[in-house]
């Protein structure tokens, strides 16, 4: 065929299909629905992950997202929310220290009897302190307000986090009914929860910040050279504990070098003055993540750590049902 020739098919080829108008679903008004189909993943007995749902959309962000994994059967289960660590400027919902694949982590406690979400948060280069607190606790109201929808028993509430997440599991933990801490106003004591699980958390930000090498910290809390004592004590868990707090299990690694050991037990002390009940797991000679001088040093601390972790929700909720 020559070029004149192939021209002239090509022509009437796109003047084909211009004559044969395209259809798509159109709205009423402009819309932002996110209509993707959902992520499903299907673990082993009978858990069934949903990645990416979203629990918050605010102007000018991204739309904030969390893992939920379901066990399967008709009855409601209590809630483990997990809020992952990473010095409050990276991480996501997928990693925790060495455990090699989180997602399936998650799996197994779900498993166990738990409906478990996995949370994402504003990091501190897009909003400092408070919004990822404000993340978290939008978080646990939005699971709560789709209680039904996710089989979840709202009165049996617990938060889990390491490091920067661990911080702010403790905020969440101990904040029960600030609403000074919420983005805007929201029923008073819907973000309560029952438990919980710090592992290698920052309790008191003073000792943190007063280190010079310390940025992340300082970039978290929005600091400009310095820190004012009130956004030091307001972003610092120790300021909140009250005997109504719920039960606390702490877990640290002795020789940790990123978040000094000092953190839990000095937290572990003003819980127990306060008449809260908190159980504590210190692990010897293991860095931040549990990270020993060995694989088999990183395993073994590991491994104790999370089963002290499930074990606890366990006790805290009692037997759980499938």
């Known amino acids: 065929m020559n070029r004149a020739l192939a021209t002239i098919v090509l022509l009437a080829a796109a003047g084909t299909a211009a004559a044969e108008p395209r259809v798509f679903p159109v709205a009423e008004t402009a819309s932002q629905n996110d209509v993707y189909p959902d992520r499903v993943t299907h673990f082993p007995h009978g858990v069934t992950g949903l990645a990416d749902v979203t629990y918050s959309v605010l102007p000018g962000f991204r739309p904030l ?51 478990v979400a996995s949370v994402e948060y504003r990091l501190s280069g897009e909003a400092p302190f408070p919004a990822a607190l404000q993340d978290v606790r939008a978080a646990l109201r939005y699971l709560k307000d789709n209680a039904d929808r996710y089989r979840i028993d709202s009165s049996r509430v617990a938060v889990w986090g390491g490091s920067a997440g661990g911080q702010l599991a403790a905020l969440a933990a101990v904040s029960c009914g600030e609403q000074g801490l919420d983005a805007q106003p929201a029923p008073a004591r819907t973000e309560c929860v029952q438990g919980a699980v710090i592992w290698y958390g920052v309790f008191d930000f003073a000792p943190v910040v007063a280190r010079t090498d310390e940025a992340a910290a ?47 037990r000095d937290f572990e002390t003003t819980l127990r003055k306060s008449q809260v009940s908190v159980e504590s797991l210190y692990i010897p000679g293991v860095d931040h993540s549990f990270i020993g001088r060995t694989a088999a040093e990183t395993r073994s601390a590991t491994l104790a750590a999370t089963n002290a972790t499930f074990d606890f929700f366990h006790q805290l909720f009692g037997k759980t049902q499938r």
């Not at 379901?70 to 990473?86: N, R, Y």
């Not at 978290?220 to 707090?245: F, I, K, M, Q, W």
Request: charged content about 15%.
């Open 65 to 115: 997202v969390l893992d939920l994994y379901q066990p399967d059967g008709g009855a409601e289960h209590p809630l483990v929310l997990f809020i992952h660590g990473g010095g409050w400027i990276g991480g996501n919902t997928r990693h925790s220290g060495a455990l090699a694949d989180f997602p399936q982590a998650m799996a197994q406690l779900a498993a166990e009897g738990f409906v």
């Open 218 to 264: 300082n970039r978290y809390l929005g600091c400009n050279g310095s820190c004012e004592a009130e956004v030091v004590r307001h972003a610092s868990p120790v300021t909140y504990v009250t005997a109504d707090d719920p039960p606390f299990l702490l877990v640290h690694g002795e020789g940790d070098r990123t978040v000094d050991v000092g953190q839990s």
